[in-house]
């Protein structure tokens, strides 16, 4: 079963809007939260990144936030580019080296 | 970059020969992993090391295998390729510090 699961699918905003993506996870013993961004023939990249000890953290227009009661957290990209457009994966992690990924979002951004 | 390189990046081969997929590092770093990439199921581990010679199992395993006899060097192995094994494979290494992984560019396989 999938240990992380990410919403939606796919998504389309317009440039400048704010694009949401949303993960949840089972295990309560993760405890680094990070998100990876991914182009076409690329490799994934660490885009941000949290641990459970802060509900929020920002990085320019990305932001994570972070639910530890509800199991959850999301990206959000502020004033969307198009540039943005890309695949991203939310991934939950503990200390036995075994990252699991969510399934990904296609995020496209229209200009 | 991170100094990952993966070889072959692209390669077609027929169900039931051997492939090995090479994977290349030039950090000098302990950990180092398999991933594959499919559609609706993200990235999910399929071995991983903690040194030389020291490897272990993900979540993905079954007919796959791995070995490490240098620092630089992190070897897959399919012994008798399957069609369910066509996929995009990627290699990664972690840092020590943050855990963050760094990823090579991929090596798509397809099995006829």
């Known amino acids: 079963q999938q240990q992380v699961k990410q919403s939606p699918q796919s998504l389309i905003v317009q440039k400048g809007g704010i694009s949401i993506i949303n993960c949840a996870y089972e295990?309560?013993?993760?405890?680094?939260f990070p998100w990876y961004q991914q182009f076409p023939g690329k490799g994934p990249a660490l885009l941000i990144a949290?641990?459970?000890?802060?509900s929020e953290k920002k990085e320019g227009r990305f932001t994570i936030s972070f639910n530890k009661s509800a199991k959850q957290f999301s990206l959000h990209i502020m004033d969307s580019q198009p540039g943005d457009s890309a695949t991203y994966f939310c991934?939950?992690?503990?200390?036995?080296?075994?990252?699991?990924f969510g399934a990904g979002t296609r995020l496209t951004v229209k200009p | 970059d991170a100094g990952i390189t993966q070889s072959p990046r692209h390669k077609v081969t027929e169900t039931g020969t051997p492939v090995t997929l090479r994977c290349h590092q030039t950090?000098?770093?302990?950990?180092m992993y398999w991933y594959r990439q499919d559609p609706g199921h993200g990235l999910r581990l399929i071995h991983y090391?903690?040194?030389?010679?020291?490897?272990d199992k993900g979540e993905v395993s079954d007919g796959y295998s791995v070995s490490r006899s240098k620092t630089e060097d992190f070897l897959l192995t399919l012994e008798s390729a399957t069609s369910s094994q066509t996929s995009v494979y990627f290699c990664?290494?972690?840092?020590?510090?943050?855990?963050?992984?760094?990823f090579g560019e991929g090596s798509r396989l397809t099995v006829l």
């Open positions: 990664a290494i972690s840092q020590p510090s943050t855990g963050e992984l760094f």
């Open positions: 295990n309560t013993a993760f405890d680094y």
């Open positions: 949290i641990r459970p000890d802060v």
């Open positions: 991934a939950a992690s503990g200390n036995n080296n075994d990252m699991r």
């Open positions: 950090e000098n770093h302990r950990y």
């Open positions: 090391s903690y040194g030389v010679k020291d490897t």
